[in-house]
Nanobody, 114 residues
Framework: EVQLVESGGGLVQPGGSLRLSCAAS????????MRWVRQSPGKGLEWVSW????????LYTSSVQGRFTISRDNANNTLFLQMRSLRSEDTAVYYC???????WGKGAQVTVSG
């Protein structure tokens, strides 16, 4: 059974930081390109970042470039998203998914307010 389980979300003040994790199992995580996507209240899904299986090739949407860092630990089948300088507009449910959007977690709520 494929599972993606996000954790690390929460409430943070503007300018703060959070680190999301996504524990993967049931598929070949270490050979899969992985993505983070988010959904803000009342909006559609927005792609945030992806990382290739080697862990070196990454890409970010322009609104998070320079503030977010995607990484992975293939030995432990875990994907990460380090988020810094958070803004109110980063408030969303964050999901990890594979390159083909075939597998999804239940999401982690990130709320930037204060």
């Amino acid at each position: 059974e494929v599972q993606l389980v996000e954790s690390g979300g929460g409430l943070v003040q503007p300018g703060g930081s959070l680190r999301l994790s996504c524990a993967a199992s049931g598929f070949a995580f270490n050979t899969s390109t992985m993505r983070w996507v988010r959904q803000s209240p009342g909006k559609g899904l927005e792609w945030v970042s992806w990382i290739k299986s080697d862990g070196f090739s990454t890409l970010y949407t322009s609104s998070v470039q320079g503030r977010f860092t995607i990484s992975r630990d293939n030995a432990n089948n875990t994907l990460f998203l380090q988020m810094r300088s958070l803004r109110s507009e980063d408030t969303a449910v964050y999901y990890c998914t594979d390159a083909d959007f075939q597998y999804w977690g239940k999401g982690a709520q990130v709320t930037v307010s204060g």
